[in-house]
C-alpha cells in the first residue's frame, strides 16, 4: 500500500470514529399526482383541490416553492418528516406559498401538498433537496397542475355529439338528421338559415368543454355563421372558428345548387362531417305507386315517408339530378273520384310528396299531378293510373311453380287470392289491412321443406293478390304436399270459407349414383386412354434407338473403309516417288 492510500485510510477511520461517514449525492425526490381530475396529466377545475405527494431522501431539507396562479393551501408531513414554513414565505392571499420539509436519518420520506386556485392557469412547484450535512442543493423537480373550467384540455370524438336539423328547430338526438335538403336561395340573417348544428365538445371523461374552440370548413354550396344559439350567426363565412362556447352552427344557402359538406373540428380533432343538398328548380317527377292493388278506404296518408305508409310517392328532382328542398309543393287531383280520390296537395319530403289515397269503389281510376294550384298558371307534370280492389276473396289457390323439382332445388309457393270478379284481391300492408286468420292454420307439409318457414303463414301478407313463399325442395325422391284450410275471417266470402287447398309436386329419382358410376367409367377410359398412348410412344421411341444404332454402325464401317483407302492410297504413292 503506497503512502496516499494509507493517509486516505487513516483520514476516513479517523472521520468515522467522530461519527462522520462519507455523504453522497441526494436522491432526487418524486412528485406524484395523488387526488385531482386528471392525475395522468395533472389537471384540475378550478375551485378544485389539487393533492401531490412528495417523496425525500434521507437527511434532506427540502423546499417547496409555488409559482403562477393558485396557492398552497395545506402541506401535512408525513412518514420521517416534519413541516415548517421557510423564514421569509412569500404569502398569496394571505396562504402560504413557500414551505420546507426535513426528513429524518432513520430513512425517505413523504409529505402531502394541497393546491387551490380560483383561476384558470398554471401552477408550477418546484421540489430541491438540499444535504444536511454538506448544504448542497440536489437535483430539483418541477411539477405542474393546469386549472381549466371544465378539468380538460382536450376534447375527444368519441364522447362529443353533433346533432343536425332542419330550419330553425333545435337539435337532438330524436331530431337529428343524417342529410338535409334545402332551397338553395341565398340567406343572410337570422331565421334564415336552413339547418342548425348543436355541438356538445367532450373531454375523455365525458365532461363538457366550455371553452373549446370549433372550427368549421363548407366544401361546396352554403355559407354557415357560428354562434352561441340557433340564429346567432355573429358572421358568415365557409372557413370560421367560433369563439369559447360559441357551439351552434347556422346553415344558409349561397344561392348556389349543390352538395354542401360541412367538417367540424376543433383544429385538430375532426369530430363531425355533415351533408346538406341545396336543391335548384324541379324539373323532373316520377311516380311510383306504393301498393298494387288499393282496398276500399284509406290508402296511408299525405306527407308520410314511412314504407308504404302513403298511397302515391312522386320524387322531384332539378337539373342536377338532386332531390328538390323539402316543403316543395305538388298538386293533384282525380279524373275518376267514383272510384279514389286524393288530397289537392302535399309538400316533398326528402324531395318525395307523398299522397294517401282514398278509395271509394273498386276499378280504374287516374290522376294528374301539377305543379301549381292557380288554373292560369299550371303545368302537368306527371300521371298516374292505379286498381282498387275488393278486399274480400271469393275463389282461393295453392300452387307450386312447377310439378317436378330437382332435389334441394328452389320452390316457389303461391297462394292467389281473387275477388268476385275474378280481380285480385287488396293488398295487405300494413295495420288494418291485415289478413288476420286467412287460413284455419300454417300451411303444412308432407315433408320438410328448406328455405323460409312456414310459421305465421295463417295471416299471410297479399301483393297485387299473392302471397308467396321461397322454400327448398327435399333431397328425397318421391312426391311432397302442402296443404290448408281457408279460415272464417274478415276477407273471406261465405263461398271462400273453410276451403281445403293443397299444392302438389314430385322430387325426381336421385342420379348422384349413377352420375357418380358414369364418371368413374368416364375416368377409367381416360386412364386406358392415356396407357395406350404411353404405350405408342415408348414403341417410337425404341424404333427411334434401333435406327440410331444402325446408322452408327453403317458410319462406323464407312469410317473404316475411307481408313482402308488412305493407306492403300498412300502406299501406291510412295512406291511412285510421289511425296
Not at 346553415?251 to 348556389?256: P, Y
Not at 276477407?491 to 349413377?514: C, E, M, R
Request: proline residues 3%; neutral net charge.
Amino acid at each position: 500500500m503506497n503512502i496516499r492510500k494509507k493517509i486516505a485510510v487513516v483520514v476516513v477511520s479517523a472521520l468515522a470514529f467522530a461519527g462522520f461517514s462519507s455523504v453522497s449525492a441526494q436522491a432526487a425526490p418524486t412528485v406524484s399526482y395523488t387526488t385531482m381530475y386528471d392525475t395522468t396529466n395533472g389537471i384540475q377545475v378550478v375551485n378544485g383541490l389539487a393533492t401531490l405527494t412528495i417523496s425525500t431522501d434521507t437527511s434532506t431539507v427540502t423546499s417547496v416553492v409555488l409559482s403562477g396562479v393558485g396557492s398552497i393551501l395545506a402541506a401535512t408531513a408525513g412518514t420521517n418528516t416534519t413541516i415548517s414554513l421557510a423564514p421569509s414565505p412569500t404569502v398569496s392571499g394571505g396562504v402560504n406559498s413557500w414551505y420546507q420539509v426535513t426528513t429524518s436519518n432513520v430513512g425517505a420520506g413523504t409529505s402531502t401538498l394541497t393546491l387551490y386556485s380560483q383561476n384558470v392557469g398554471t401552477s408550477t412547484i418546484t421540489v430541491t433537496p438540499v444535504n444536511q450535512a454538506t448544504g448542497i442543493p440536489g437535483t430539483a423537480v418541477v411539477k405542474t397542475v393546469t386549472w381549466t373550467p371544465t378539468g380538460s384540455l382536450a376534447v375527444n370524438s368519441g364522447y362529443t355529439t353533433v346533432y343536425m336539423a332542419s330550419g330553425a328547430t333545435t337539435p337532438t338526438p330524436t331530431t337529428n338528421a343524417v342529410a338535409i335538403t334545402a332551397p338553395k336561395t341565398l340567406g343572410t340573417t337570422a331565421g334564415q338559415q336552413v339547418a342548425n348544428i348543436v355541438i356538445a365538445p367532450r373531454d375523455s371523461n365525458n365532461n363538457l368543454l366550455a371553452a373549446d374552440q370549433i372550427t368549421a370548413v363548407v366544401s361546396g354550396a352554403g355559407l354557415i355563421g357560428i354562434g352561441t344559439a340557433t340564429g346567432s350567426i355573429n358572421m358568415q363565412g365557409r372557413a370560421l372558428t367560433g369563439t369559447a362556447g360559441s357551439y351552434v352552427i347556422n346553415v344558409f344557402g349561397d344561392g348556389t345548387a349543390g352538395t354542401s359538406t360541412i367538417t367540424i373540428s376543433d383544429g385538430t380533432t375532426i369530430l363531425a362531417t355533415k351533408t346538406l343538398i341545396f336543391s335548384g328548380v324541379a324539373t323532373k317527377y316520377v311516380v311510383s305507386n306504393e301498393r298494387s292493388v288499393y282496398r276500399v278506404g284509406t290508402n296511408g296518408a299525405d306527407a308520410t315517408a314511412t314504407a308504404l305508409g302513403s298511397g302515391i310517392a312522386i320524387t322531384v328532382t332539378d337539373a342536377a339530378g338532386n332531390p328538390v328542398a323539402d316543403g316543395t309543393s305538388v298538386y293533384a287531383t282525380s279524373t275518376n273520384p267514383t272510384i279514389a280520390t286524393v288530397s289537392a296537395s302535399t309538400t316533398t319530403i326528402g324531395g318525395v310528396a307523398y299522397f294517401g289515397v282514398t278509395g271509394v269503389s273498386t276499378g280504374t281510376a287516374s290522376f294528374t299531378f301539377t305543379d301549381n294550384s292557380t288554373a292560369s298558371l299550371v303545368t302537368t307534370i306527371a300521371t298516374d293510373s292505379i286498381y282498387v280492389g275488393s278486399s274480400v276473396a271469393s275463389k282461393v289457390s295453392l300452387a307450386f311453380d312447377n310439378t317436378s323439382y330437382a332435389n334441394g332445388s328452389v320452390v316457389k309457393l303461391t297462394l292467389t287470392a281473387l275477388d268476385a270478379n275474378s280481380k285480385p284481391i287488396s293488398d295487405a300492408a300494413a295495420a288494418g289491412y291485415s289478413y288476420t286468420s286467412f287460413l284455419a292454420t300454417d300451411l303444412i307439409s308432407s315433408t320438410q321443406l328448406g328455405g323460409v318457414s312456414l310459421v305465421g303463414s295463417a295471416s299471410p301478407t297479399f301483393v297485387g293478390g299473392v302471397a308467396t313463399w321461397n322454400l327448398y325442395a327435399p333431397l328425397s325422391a318421391g312426391p311432397f304436399t302442402v296443404t290448408a284450410t281457408t279460415g272464417v275471417a274478415t276477407g273471406l266470402s261465405l263461398v271462400a270459407q273453410k276451403v281445403a287447398l293443397s299444392a302438389s309436386a314430385t322430387i325426381a329419382a336421385d342420379q348422384s349414383s349413377s352420375l357418380a358410376l358414369d364418371a368413374a367409367n368416364a375416368a377409367t377410359d381416360a386412364a386406358n386412354n392415356a396407357y395406350d398412348e404411353a404405350q405408342n410412344a415408348t414403341q417410337a421411341a425404341s424404333d427411334a434407338l434401333a435406327a440410331v444404332k444402325s446408322l452408327s454402325l453403317q458410319v462406323s464401317a464407312l469410317i473404316a473403309t475411307v481408313k482402308s483407302l488412305a493407306a492403300m492410297v498412300a502406299k501406291i504413292a510412295k512406291k511412285q516417288g510421289v511425296k
